[in-house]
């Protein structure tokens, strides 16, 4: 049973962040039960998980962006410039952050659906995370199938090698 001075110092932890709470965060606070708001680590995941849940759907109407008529393109610029910046956030974010996110968003998109699924369940923050969940996943492939991961994960290289390859003079020079 929890004595009444740590019942009154979570409840006075309580009242003292509501205030400094706004928007999304408010809310996260808000939608959880009453002894959950006094539970300082449920408060900080909800929050996290609130934020992570806005930043992937940011990522995903910048990607997904598409505009059927070219009318302006000054705005459309501006409109996929503006959405770049509400998900990568250049003013809270370093140049190495924002790396390490489009880094592993294009490790996720090169990967197989399954592996991708099993890797975004586990909600990485950094490609590490991203590598060590693709890790376990095979493990646990290797474990139900017997070895044949070995062999999946060979022709998945193979066919990351063949869709890598460096560009041809010609290539380069339309690059450039």
Avoid at 12 to 36: C, K
Avoid at 48 to 59: I, N, P, T
């Amino acid at each position: 049973m929890p004595s009444n001075s740590k019942v009154s110092g979570q409840a006075e932890w309580a009242a003292r962040l509501l205030p400094a709470l706004s928007g999304e965060a408010e809310q996260a606070f808000q939608s959880l039960e009453a002894r959950d708001r006094e539970d300082y680590g449920k408060v900080k995941a909800a929050i996290l998980r609130g934020e992570a849940l806005r930043m992937e759907m940011q990522r995903q109407l910048f990607r997904q962006f598409c505009c059927q008529e070219v009318e302006d393109p000054r705005r459309i610029h501006s409109q996929l410039q503006e959405l770049c910046r509400q998900w990568l956030k250049p003013e809270r974010h370093s140049k190495e952050q924002i790396l390490e996110l489009l880094i592993l968003e294009q490790f996720l998109a090169s990967l197989p659906p399954d592996l991708q699924g099993w890797i975004r369940a586990g909600g990485p923050d950094s490609c590490s995370q991203a590598v060590a969940l693709a890790e376990d996943f095979l493990m646990s492939q290797q474990e139900a199938e017997g070895g044949k991961w070995q062999v999946r994960l060979q022709s998945l290289l193979t066919e990351t090698e063949i869709g890598f390859r460096r560009p041809t003079f010609q290539q380069q020079s339309r690059i450039q």
